[in-house]
């Protein structure tokens, strides 16, 4: 089994819904071991959107890299997203961050995720479930990589 981060995120529709959809429609090809706390994240690229809720989970899968981006978007379909301009509105987005320690540039994967160290709507709930775990790039932790950007505008989330 290898050990994957993916990030989540939705802002259309009932965003709790998506989220807890999403994870509970990944089963049995990914094993979800940790997630994250679910923060509120204003929209990034994009402005003129609503606010995204965003979190991380640590899942365990026997699905190599490619196979497991095929099993993702065929997930965002399943579950009503409809493609649009980049950066825009999503019902659920799912993005493979990590995949164990493995280092991948192909034209429709790079791996890992190739801006996830400047978005800290993703660093602040991956450093919930994996502050130490290292970027094999940039050569720093996740909870180093979270002091390099501003989290002043995300929050956790409350029901």
């Known amino acids: 089994m290898k050990t994957t981060y993916i990030a989540l995120g939705t802002n259309l529709g009932d965003r709790l819904a998506n989220l807890r959809s999403a994870i509970e429609s ?8 940790r997630e994250s706390t679910i923060y509120e994240t204003p929209p990034w690229g994009f402005t003129d959107q609503p606010a995204f809720l965003n979190m991380v989970i640590e899942a365990e899968t026997n699905l190599d890299p490619r196979a497991l981006l095929v099993y993702l978007k065929k997930k965002e379909d399943e579950l009503g997203r409809v ?7 999503r019902l659920i987005d799912l993005d493979i961050l990590f995949y164990d320690d493995l280092i991948m540039n192909e034209e429709n994967l790079i791996i890992p995720h190739p801006r996830l160290h400047q978005r800290a709507f993703v660093l602040m709930p991956l450093a919930d479930i994996a502050p130490e775990l290292e970027h094999p790039l940039i050569e720093k932790t996740i909870i180093e990589l979270l002091q390099d950007v501003d989290t002043s505008e995300i929050t956790p989330f409350s029901v």
């Open 83 to 89: 493609k649009n301009f980049r950066n825009g509105p």
């Open 26 to 33: 990944f089963a049995p090809e990914l094993r979800v071991t």
